[in-house]
Structure formats: C-alpha cells, structure tokens
C-alpha cells in the first residue's frame, strides 16, 4: 500500500448526495484494510465521521455513511446541508502505520 | 469523557529537536483501551500520522519519521510526549495529540498546537 488518492474537492446542491473517494485503501494481496473517515473544519481538530469503514460514531447523523468497491472506500454525504461544507480525510490502516488521503475540499454551492 | 492538551514551544530552530507534552485528563494514561498518538498537519496541506504508543512502552512510528522520532509516555504525571530531532522547515506543523483504536481510528484529539521551524 503506497497512498491513499482522494479527488481535491467536490461540490453539492444543498439537498443532493455526493461521495467522496479513497483509492488505494487495500493491503498488496487485496485484503481491505481498516477505513476510516474525518470531517474538519478550517482551525479546528479532525472529527472522526466513520470508522471501519461503514460504522458511524454515536452522535455523527446518518446523512454520513461507508462504502467500499474494489480498492476504493467511499463515504457518502446525503442530503447535504451549507455545515457539511469542511475538508474530509480518509484513513487506512497499513500494516503496523496508519495511511491518510491527501483531503477533498467539499463545496455546498 | 477524556480530554487531551498539547503543550510545547512554538518556534523551534532548524537541526535541533522538538518537543511536546500532551496531558491527558479524564482517564489515565495507563488505561489499557488506548493506543496515544501524535498526527501532524503541514499549512495547508493534509494529514500524517506521527506515530503510537501504548502505556506498556509498544510503539509504533512512521517509517518515514522512525529514524528521528521518540514517543514516550509518563504514567506519573498522565502524559506522553514526542521528541522530533534534526527538523527543518518541513517539520513545520499543527501538532495533535489524540487517541488511536485497535482499528486503527482516531476518535478523540486535542486542539492542535502549531510548531514553526524556523532560525
């Protein structure tokens, strides 16, 4: 596993779903890794949105949610709303590392 | 509910070695559920996990940093800390004390203290 590709930015009406990809979030013999997601705002601290790659912490709304296919892990925004608009990260394990994505920028237009 | 806090300078000169402390309140440090964790954040730039350590001493480092990274953990004073040698301005970042899960998630972070490597 050599890096985690995330799109720079992705954009939404209000009210639309979009997701956001991870590419790159398996081990060399195709074994999904851990997956997680983070949400963050300018000057603030990541907040942890899901982990393992489809659980959702207590508190994170469930317009957020995981997916994966082949060596891409996804997260999901439905019905998007103008607080969702942060830069998101996602995470795989690596080994005996931890791997992030370079970040999306998501844009409520 | 846990609660971290990283202290340290912010300014640090070029080949010497930075140091931070993050105290931990809420819980101990010895609780055998956490895995303590430094991450950094360059200007701009994205995310990179620092390295783990766990109360017993076990670490895990970047491969990337290993040769220049120290993380230690003080049980009698509820902290860990990071020591970074030989920086240069690359080394210039928000630094973030949190906690690391078995499965590898970050559930619980600090503020993020800001380090600039600079003479």
């Known amino acids: 596993q050599s890096a985690l590709t995330q799109p720079a930015s992705v954009s939404g009406s209000p009210g639309q779903s979009i997701s956001i990809s991870c590419t790159g979030a398996?081990?060399?013999?195709?074994?999904?890794?851990?997956v997680s997601w983070y949400q963050q705002y300018p000057g603030k601290a990541p907040k942890l949105m899901i982990f393992e790659l489809n659980k959702r912490p207590s508190g994170v709304s469930n317009r957020f949610s995981g997916s994966k296919s082949g060596n891409t892990a996804s997260l999901t925004i439905s019905g998007l709303r103008a607080e969702d608009e942060a830069d998101y990260f996602c995470c795989s394990s690596a080994g005996d590392s931890a791997l992030f994505g370079g970040g999306t920028k998501v844009t409520v237009l | 509910q846990v609660q971290l806090q990283e202290s340290g300078p912010g300014l640090v000169k070029p080949s010497e070695t930075l140091s931070l402390t993050c105290t931990v309140s809420g819980d101990s440090v010895s609780s055998g559920s956490y895995y303590w964790t430094w991450i950094r954040q360059p200007p701009g730039k994205g995310l990179e996990w620092i390295g783990n350590i766990h109360y017993t001493g076990g670490t895990k480092y970047n491969p990337s940093l290993k040769s220049r990274l120290t993380i230690s953990v003080d049980t009698s004073k509820n902290q860990f800390s990071l020591n970074l040698s030989s920086v240069t301005a690359a080394d210039t970042a928000v630094y973030y004390c949190g906690v690391c899960r078995a499965q590898w998630y970050f559930d619980l972070w600090g503020r993020g203290t800001p380090v600039t490597v600079a003479s």
């Open positions: 398996t081990n060399d013999d195709g074994r999904f890794t851990f």
